[in-house]
């Protein structure tokens, strides 16, 4: 099926740093969706986005619906080590069906104390 | 609030033995279901979704088949099990519309022997 390209594909980083990943398509997507997933558990999701431009905030966690309408971005600032998990962006293409929601592969992220 | 339950967490079967998971929704009604399979790259397959009672459709062709007997509950299910079975099943809910953000389950872990 296909696939968003979401990079990077895994992040080791420092206790207090910022993280940023992001996510690309070459189609027009008219909704983003940001998913964290623990190990063994289902993914959560984080922040969903609904119009191009658009910048919404869930405590440390930024995400940005891309302007283009073909990508968007996701930050963490002062990262904590229960940040680790996998991180899945999600879209919905123009013109998609109900049930199509498109997954990138996941970035995963491991923090150092 | 709405919650989804998913069941069992963990399963172990033989090849060529049948497969029943369920997951069932709380506090909303005609949700749209979903299955998907995670595969160990973390990838998310989406594998059948139902916007009804009865009205199933399938994204790709596998040993699997799913149900919806009542509003809140959705089946997968297999008469015989293969080993390319294995893997983590996620179930999900969303509202009705386009552009709603999915919500998954804690997951059920198969692995085939």
């Known amino acids: 099926g296909q696939q968003l390209n979401q990079s990077p594909q895994s992040m080791f980083i420092q206790e207090g740093e910022d993280v940023s990943m992001n996510c690309t398509s070459s189609s027009i997507f008219n909704t983003w969706l940001w998913y964290k997933q623990d190990p063994g558990e289902g993914p959560v999701l984080l922040i969903a986005?609904?119009?191009?431009?658009e910048l919404t905030s869930n405590g440390r966690l930024t995400a940005q619906f891309g302007i283009t309408r073909k990508d968007s971005f996701l930050n963490i600032s002062a990262s904590i080590p229960s940040d680790v998990g996998i991180y899945f962006c999600?879209?919905?293409?123009?013109?998609?069906?109900?049930?199509?929601?498109?997954f990138g592969k996941g970035t995963k992220l491991s923090v150092k104390p | 609030s709405q919650t989804i339950h998913q069941w069992p967490a963990t399963l172990v079967q033989p090849v060529g033995s049948p497969l029943s998971l369920e997951c069932t929704v709380e506090?909303?009604?005609?949700?749209?279901l979903y299955w998907y399979r995670q595969a160990a790259g973390r990838g998310l397959q989406l594998l059948f979704y139902s916007v009804g009672i009865g009205q199933i459709s399938s994204e790709v062709p596998q040993n699997l088949s799913a149900s919806r007997p009542q509003d809140r509950q959705f089946i997968l299910s297999s008469k015989k099990l293969l080993l390319s079975d294995s893997g983590f099943y996620l179930c999900?809910?969303?509202?009705?519309?386009?552009?709603?953000?999915?919500?998954f389950g804690d997951g059920t872990r198969l692995s085939i022997l």
């Open positions: 506090g909303t009604s005609n949700p749209n």
């Open positions: 986005l609904y119009k191009a431009g």
């Open positions: 999900a809910w969303s509202f009705t519309g386009g552009g709603q953000p999915q919500h």
């Open positions: 999600a879209g919905r293409k123009v013109g998609g069906s109900q049930g199509n929601l498109i």
